[in-house]
Every structure is written in C-alpha cells, then in structure tokens.
C-alpha cells in the first residue's frame, strides 16, 4: 500500500518526503470519522497537496 502512495505521489510529480508528512500527522486526526470526505482533499491532484509538495522535477 505505501509503495501504491509513493508511485502515485511520483506520477503526479509531488515531492514524496512532504506528502507523507503531509498525510501521517491527517489521517489520524479522522480516525473516528463516519465520513471519510476529509480524504479527497489528500488526494495527489488536488490544489493544497499540488501548493504544498512540488517536486522539484515537475514540469512546467
């Protein structure tokens, strides 16, 4: 699963050092949640995951 996250989080050009440390302090914060609608917002294409982990290799 976190090999899935890494690839992912490459293909989408986020830097993947602060993804993780971006989603490990998120994700227990909503362990109790019956809605998991906090997750969209985790996603690699979204604007504050894209504002908050560039890769330095994206393009352009």
């Keep these: 699963m976190i090999y899935s996250i890494v690839e992912t989080a490459k293909a989408n ?14 994700i227990p914060m909503h362990m109790n949640d019956a809605n998991l609608k906090f997750m969209d917002e985790l996603l690699p294409g979204t604007p504050r995951v894209q504002e908050n982990c560039p890769s330095r290799f994206k393009k352009s």
């Excluded at 050009?13 to 998120?26: G, R, S, T």
């Design 13 to 26: 050009y986020l830097n993947v050092y602060q993804y993780f440390e971006l989603l490990l302090p998120e």
